[in-house]
């Protein structure tokens, strides 16, 4: 079994692991704008804690997005310079599937949408086949509108729903299966990229690139009064 490290700041909790073998060490501590100062000690005190050194690992991970777009950079630039450093490949692992995979462990099984709260009115969201195998992207994750994601997921009757972006879509997904609540994100992460691994994923260090899907990150004022204005005008 592989020595791994693993690194997720793509939402407000900061997710750190470290395995090897069938022995897990796991972090979850705040994230968001505290990532970028904590997320190296919180490295440092999982390898003290398993009495292993960077030379040690196989492969560091980190989670590629979609999500923050601080907290993106953060990891990914933390498993560069790292696997750098220490001369080891990279493993890229999709944020949204972290969440379906702690849904997996949880007992769902078939198919699930992730949802993610994106700020600004929208959802990063994704489906995933989850069996006892593993989970199965079966299509790339993207950037939706709560509207346009409810005509999505009306083709899907079946799916199960997860993630914290389940309140933006209000009462109108009530009807659907639901698994709102993660059980252990680095846990989930820990195991996808042991998963990784063993599918033989490994990039080079300078290959390590996050995955955005939002290209604009803030509006402008004039956009901000628009939306203001717009939702009192379809205000009851």
């Keep these: 079994m592989p020595a791994l490290l693993s690194l997720d700041a793509s939402t407000e909790t900061l997710a750190v692991a470290l395995s090897q073998g069938e022995r897990v060490w796991a972090s979850e501590t705040a994230g968001g704008a505290q990532a970028s100062a904590q997320l190296l000690p ?17 492969a ?9 777009f ?15 450093g220490a001369d080891k490949p990279v493993l890229a692992i999709d944020s949204l599937m972290v969440v379906a995979e702690d849904a997996r462990a949880q007992g769902a099984r078939g198919l699930a949408w992730v949802l993610v709260d994106a700020r600004m009115g929208e959802l990063y969201a994704a ?6 195998a593993g989970c199965l992207a079966q299509a790339e994750p993207a950037l939706y509108s709560p509207a346009a994601l409810l005509e999505r997921l009306a ?3 079946a799916a199960t729903l997860v993630g ?15 698994i709102p609540l993660l059980a252990s994100r680095a846990q989930a992460l820990d195991r996808l990229a042991r998963a990784a691994w063993a599918r033989g994923e490994q990039l080079d260090a300078a290959e390590a690139l996050p995955v955005y899907v939002r290209d604009k990150v ?3 004022t004039a956009e901000r009064e628009q939306r203001a204005a717009d939702a009192a005008l379809s205000a009851p």
Excluded: H, K, M, W
Aim: proline letters at 7%; aromatic letters at 4%.
């Design 70 to 84: 601080t907290g993106l950079r953060t990891a990914c630039a933390a498993a560069q310079g790292l696997a750098f």
């Design 164 to 178: 914290n972006g389940l309140p933006l879509l209000g009462e109108a997904a009530g009807g659907a299966p639901s």
């Design 60 to 68: 560091i991970a980190f989670a590629r997005g979609p999500g923050a």
């Design 218 to 220: 803030a509006l402008t």
């Design 42 to 58: 919180e490295v440092q005190r999982l390898l003290r804690e398993a009495g292993l050194r960077l030379s040690d690992l196989d």
């Design 155 to 157: 083709a899907e009757p």
């Design 127 to 132: 489906p995933y086949l989850l069996d006892d």
